[in-house]
């Protein structure tokens, strides 16, 4: 069992709390956040409080700290959690400046602690299986990604909540949600070279945008494309293409309470193929894997190279975003 400190209880660190409940592989022991009714609701659910990030890395009984935390403090956060011994889960995205994330990826090598990243979306048993079949070539040679990754959860949140922000959540539609499907096209297709991203305000207050294109050009020729929006009912969608087939999965509700997914895949030569895949808990799979590979397991699934490649292209997506022009990842 691999006890852990969530480091910030807001609404996504009350998530995970709830989630670990009943796992054999990780327990959440302590919560840290420096608002008493953020406190109260994680006492209520049995963790102890405390309000300093320090607390959790001078505690005895805490193996490892799980970071729901603004952005902008993740790579110093991972640096005194390695340098304490501690292993780190941080939730997306890693950093939003490679440079920072260099540092942060040299602390943990350095300590030989467990780095573990919060894209839930690569557990889900149907991204799973896309990814085996495409590596085993049933859908021929890989061409393209169109992904959707939309919500409307923040539409209540004030206009000085973090989340909000252009200092501490740069392209909002990004860091909420479209980071994942940039996560997932990575683990398709490799590291993208290049990046084109349009970023608007339409129906909102939100500082640092409400609605996102990108596409991703890849050195092989592959393209994802892109979009995340945050004014919107939820919508989930991804699909890969192949010069023998395709593959399309729709997610029916946001991660956070999953009700399943419609999948549908198609074969040159073969009937289409749809079904139901019943609702599963990502996001705990994620956890558990962290927890065992940090207890000597097998290793965590999503590497220190994938990682960094995905902070890069987060910082190619921003400046495109304010340039209006292509740039390098």
């Not at 939100?206 to 991703?216: A, E, H, K, P, Y």
């Not at 929006?229 to 997610?251: C, H, N, Q, V, Y």
């Not at 999948?263 to 895949?277: A, C, H, M, N, S």
Request: aromatic share 6%; glycine share 10%; charged share 20%.
């Amino acid at each position: 069992m691999l006890n852990v400190a969530i480091i910030g209880l807001g609404w996504w660190g009350q998530t995970l709390a709830r989630v670990m409940s009943g796992s054999p592989h990780i327990k959440a022991v302590l919560g840290i956040d420096p608002e008493a009714p953020a406190r109260d609701a994680a006492a209520a659910m049995g963790l102890r409080t405390a309000t300093r990030f320090e607390d959790a890395l001078e505690a005895g009984d805490v193996d490892a700290v799980i970071l729901c935390t603004p952005h902008k403090q993740h790579a110093a956060q991972i640096i005194a959690a390695a340098a304490a011994g501690k292993h780190v889960f941080c939730e997306k995205p890693l950093c939003t400046d490679p440079a920072e994330a260099e540092g942060a990826f040299a602390a943990v090598k350095a300590a030989g602690v467990t780095l573990g990243i919060g894209h839930e979306r690569r557990f889900e048993p149907a991204i799973i299986e896309m990814r085996e079949r495409a590596k085993a070539g049933e859908f021929g040679t890989l061409l393209a990604i169109e992904g959707n990754f939309s919500q409307d959860k923040f539409l209540n949140l004030p206009a000085d909540n973090w989340r909000l922000s252009p200092v501490h959540a740069p392209v909002g539609p990004l860091s909420a949600t479209g980071i994942h499907l940039v996560d997932l096209s990575i683990s398709l297709l490799g590291a993208p070279n290049e990046t084109w991203a349009r970023l608007a305000t339409r129906a909102t207050h939100f500082g640092n945008g409400d609605t996102l294109s990108v596409t991703l050009g890849f050195e092989n020729g592959c393209t994802s494309s892109i979009t995340a929006i945050l004014t919107t009912p939820f919508m989930g969608r991804f699909a890969l293409f192949g010069s023998k087939g395709w593959m399309e999965i729709r997610d029916r509700t946001h991660p956070e309470q999953p009700t399943g997914w419609d999948v549908t895949t198609v074969l040159r030569g073969q009937e289409t193929k749809t079904r139901f895949d019943p609702p599963h808990l990502a996001v705990r799979d994620n956890l558990e894997a962290f927890a065992i590979a940090a207890q000597g397991g097998a290793p965590y699934p999503v590497t220190i190279a994938e990682m960094e490649a995905n902070v890069r292209a987060f910082a190619a997506i921003s400046r495109s975003a304010l340039s209006g022009g292509i740039e390098k990842v």
